[in-house]
């Protein structure tokens, strides 16, 4: 077992001119792990993924994939990494099958033809013209191309955006068979779905830096566990009480007084627990009673709102 990790960055920064585009951000990615980066727009989870992928040299800090600098050496680490870019630059005359054969001359021990279009469900398309495929399946043919070397580390940059649901989940289970294989994925993506579907472990940019990271569950510990009823008619604002500290937030939709607290400290359970305690000693019945773990959006847009004042 592989006990380096696969990709490590220690206090990276990049600048544009005077703009800092990464801010001295650090993280690991172990042997066989999927990293997901999120961000919002021009947090900077692009020029991470060049930097590691070997495109654009450091300013400050280190980077290492499979324990080597990807700039510096090149040569060495770009067999074996595989890269998915946001818009492949396909020659739409040629097929399918001829834009592999085409990246096959480029690869070393390269995959089968068959092979390399079985593992992303195009072989009915193999004598499709490029420019004939649905985005969906470009985006696919991207990912055989990303594949063809059979890399050990894999960076895919947005790989499902444009697909619908069913392309987008077809594409996952894809990612993952890659992933059990063995492979390490570097991800970044706007869906936080797909982040919650696929990472072992995600960062959340904002502006250059990591604002949190971990997994899903920790990630979302702690962040708006949300519990909310509508309020009981006999009852006035002030009867209500603090759940694990957290008061009661109350607002009116559609003519209905909706109660909603936001709980921290204390968890959901315990959140809940108290409050069904109390209504039971005050015979009082919650209509509409709902109670939901924080989600990764929930702490995103957080992030984002929060980092931004
Ligand atoms: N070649 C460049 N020259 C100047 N500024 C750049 C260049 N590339 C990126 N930037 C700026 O650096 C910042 C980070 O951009 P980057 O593309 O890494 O972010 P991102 O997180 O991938 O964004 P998005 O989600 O919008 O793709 C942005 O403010 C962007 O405008």
Redesign the pocket.
Known sequence: METNPAIRVERLRRR??D?E??AGISFEVAAGELFA?L????????????TLEGHRPVHDGTVRVLGRDPYAERRAVRPQIGIML?DGGFFGDLTVAETVAHWRGFTPRPRDLGEALALVALEERADVRVRQLSGGQKRRLDLALALLGRPRVLFL??PTTGMDPEARHATWRIVRDVVEDGTTVLL?T?YLEEAEHLADRLAI?HR?RIERSGTVAEVVAGHGDRIGFRMPERLRVADLPALGGAAADVAVEGGRTAVTYTVAGTGLQAGLYELLRWADERRVRLDGLHARSASLEDVFLRTAEGAAR
């Not at 961000?39 to 060049?50: D, P, W």
């Open positions: 544009y001119g703009h585009a990464v980066l961000g919002t727009n021009g947090a900077g989870k692009t020029t991470t993924l060049e946001q940059d947005e970044t706007h940019m250059g």
